[in-house]
């Protein structure tokens, strides 16, 4: 759908002279080109191809000037109040630079547990309306940040949000989830496929911008997509299930028809993830949510050599940009997960972090892995599970989060004291006081 608050035609100022207006205006215009020929997806082809990118920029302005403008002017000439976190800190320490702290931030923190976002909720009651409406997604993106800080930010959205810009439709029931009326599992059906129209998913590209804008130097931005196997599995399924049996028998039964359904759905994930880096991400998670549900075998088979496609893809255009990649259910996989070439495994609260970390190359970073149930525990055990997976994760390489999604009624004062504690870790002092136990052992 298209965010009902877009118009093509250039907002225009009643005084476009006013002092600093102009100024503003002219800065969204180099932000736009900027974005589409100066992003960190540098590998472009220019002369012609520049000059098309220069085209979309502009087109890119005109239509999100309304909203922008409008943005800037609600905040100006106000100043934004000092932030408490850095937005380096994530890549540093995915880059393996020193840090004073692990930076943090949790998968689902925007979501049915705020308060703030059932109201919106309550208001806005279509789920696709709320994560294809510009306005709406960086809206609901910056609740927890705004509540809590967290160090990255990620853009509230649904790894299925691509599905219709490559021609695949489907609606979300509110007691069922995602169901798909036409499942591909005819070699027909591929027909029905095609390149990503990337016009259907600008909700994301204008939010992402706007996102990176308003959080400034306050945190990291996160895009995230849908792994081709996770994918797959709902084209194929019809939706959500349980067991997997359609899918998991067309991998025995048409072996050629899914190679070919996930080859399709690794390039135009690989130009979706572009396409949100060179919209203001600054980091990617993949989620291969359902790959959890093969066996190694088959998941080195049927998803890591997609999941590698769209790695190698994204690191030619966008070198630098770190790729993080999560699955639930995935200590089995850890080994093979790092061969995917992703800067970042997500692990899961079911692995412990000392294992994961000895199992991992020390050139690969961590993500996690705190048991997402503990939130409804005392805030002091809280507070010791985060000291244990920071001690056990060591002071390089770590992204603190949960083992997985904030879950639905998780306590928001157990959220805030999650990154208030966060926040107050020092590598120095926890590993200062492992040094000082381990001298004053007995020998």
Not at 78 to 91: F, I, M, P, V
Not at 389 to 394: E, N, R, T
């Amino acid at each position: 759908s298209t965010p009902n608050h877009e118009s093509t035609t250039p907002f225009t100022p009643a005084n476009p002279s006013a002092p600093h207006l102009r100024d503003l205006l002219a800065a969204e215009r180099h932000s736009a080109q900027a974005a589409m020929l100066c992003s960190p997806c540098s590998n472009l082809n220019y002369g012609l191809g520049g000059l098309c990118n220069a085209v979309r920029a502009e087109k890119l302005y005109v239509s999100r000037t309304n909203i922008r403008v409008r943005s800037l002017l609600s905040s100006f000439p106000a100043t934004h109040a000092a932030q408490q976190c850095d937005d380096r800190l994530l890549l540093q320490a995915v880059r393996g630079e020193k840090v004073p702290r692990p930076p943090t931030w949790m998968m689902r923190q925007a979501g049915r547990y705020m308060a703030a976002y059932r109201k919106l909720a309550e208001k806005y009651p279509s789920f696709r309306k709320r994560s294809e409406t510009t306005d709406l997604i960086v809206e609901i993106s910056l609740q927890p940040w705004k509540a809590f800080r967290p160090d990255g930010v990620i853009i509230f959205s649904d790894i299925l949000t691509p599905l219709p810009a490559i021609g695949i439709d489907f609606e979300i029931d509110e007691n069922k989830g995602p169901l798909i009326d036409s499942p591909l599992r005819l070699e027909e059906d591929l027909r029905s496929l095609h390149k990503i129209n990337l016009e259907k998913v600008q909700f994301v590209g204008e939010a992402l911008h706007l996102l990176r804008k308003e959080v400034g130097t306050g945190g990291t931005i996160l895009g995230f997509v849908g792994a081709p196997w996770t994918l797959a599995a709902y084209i194929v399924e019809g939706g959500t299930t349980r067991t997997y049996k359609i899918i998991k028998t067309m991998c025995y039964q048409s072996p050629g028809l899914l190679h070919a359904l996930l080859t399709h759905l690794a390039l135009e994930i690989a130009d979706y993830v572009i396409f949100q880096v060179k919209s203001g991400a600054q980091c990617v998670q993949i989620f291969d949510s359902w790959g959890g549900q093969l066996t190694p075998d088959q998941w080195t088979s049927w998803s890591k050599p997609y999941i590698q496609k769209v790695v190698s893809v994204v690191k030619q255009n966008c070198p630098g940009v770190p790729l993080v990649l999560y699955i639930n259910g995935n200590g089995g996989l850890l080994e093979r997960m790092q061969e995917t070439g992703v800067d970042v495994i997500g692990l899961d609260w079911t692995v412990d972090m000392a294992d994961g970390r000895k199992r991992l190359n020390e050139s690969i970073a961590v993500q996690g892995n705190v048991d997402p149930a503990l939130l409804f525990a005392p805030l002091s055990a809280i507070s010791e599970e985060i000291q244990s997976v920071v001690k056990k994760a060591g002071s390089r390489r770590h992204i603190l989060n949960l083992g997985h999604g904030v879950l639905i009624g998780t306590p928001e004062e157990s959220v805030a004291h999650f990154f208030e504690t966060a926040r107050t870790l020092s590598y120095d002092s926890i590993f200062a006081e492992q040094v000082t136990a381990l001298s004053a052992a007995p020998k």
